[in-house]
């Protein structure tokens, strides 16, 4: 099993639509999770990092953090076009560890 | 304000080849990581340069090799070329040796072993 599972894709929403990426996880000393965006021929840029479990929103984008059940998740509200990418969940056990990152989900946002 | 500069962006080699590439990282920063992307998959940590020095290491062999200069500036050198090593390789640069979500990446330098 995978340290961070996360599901290829890709996955075609309409725009306007609520968006929801998910990985799962089996290391339970996991404690740090961000959430990055990538565009092609782009590297990652960092959209969200929570501590530990719960939510946090930042605009349209809100993180859940469920570490009971090894299970986190991106909402993305009002999706845009823009929003088409590849997202990729990341994790770390302390801050200043290593971070293992899902393989990404490929977002496509149809006008 | 300039962000992380990697160079070149694509190259070319054969297997058995010795290649390095190169990385600037973002302004005020002093901590350099490198990581390969291979295609369909997400980044996997090489190494973390922090004072010139090699801090942690992920799980690739010795042909995976490094060097951070006074500048903060870095090299990633890999030698005998593998068909498995054409891949994306991405540097992303800090402060203090941090790592997560104070990591800002570059663009990537596109490696293709032939």
């Known amino acids: 099993q995978k340290e961070v599972e996360q599901d290829p894709g890709p996955l075609s929403v309409p725009e306007g639509a609520i968006v929801s990426l998910n990985c799962t996880y089996s290391?339970?000393?996991?404690?740090?999770f961000m959430w990055y965006r990538q565009y092609s021929r782009k590297g990652p840029e960092l959209l969200m990092y929570?501590?530990?479990?719960g939510n946090k929103e930042d605009g349209r984008f809100t993180a859940q953090v469920d570490k009971s059940s090894k299970y986190i998740s991106l909402f993305i509200r009002d999706s845009q076009p823009s929003d088409s990418a590849t997202y990729l969940c990341?994790?770390?056990?302390?801050?200043?560890?290593?971070?293992?990152f899902g393989k990404g989900t490929r977002l496509h946002i149809l006008p | 304000d300039a962000g992380v500069t990697q160079s070149p962006t694509h190259l070319i080699k054969t297997r058995g080849q010795q290649v390095t590439l190169r990385c600037s990282p973002k302004?005020?920063?002093?901590?350099v990581s490198w990581y390969q992307q291979a295609l369909g998959q997400g980044p996997q940590f090489i190494f973390q340069?922090?004072?010139?020095?090699?801090?942690q290491r992920g799980n690739f062999p010795d042909r995976f090799s490094g060097h951070q200069f006074p500048n903060y500036s870095s090299e990633l050198n890999v030698n005998a070329l593998l068909l498995g090593d054409s891949a994306l390789y991405l540097c992303?640069?800090?402060?203090?040796?941090?790592?997560?979500?104070?990591?800002?990446f570059g663009s990537g330098t596109q490696l293709s072993v032939l």
């Open positions: 992303a640069s800090s402060l203090g040796g941090a790592l997560g979500e104070k990591l800002f």
């Open positions: 290391n339970s000393a996991f404690q740090y």
């Open positions: 929570t501590y530990s479990s």
């Open positions: 990341a994790m770390s056990v302390r801050r200043d560890d290593k971070i293992i």
């Open positions: 302004s005020g920063h002093d901590t």
């Open positions: 340069y922090y004072e010139e020095e090699e801090r």
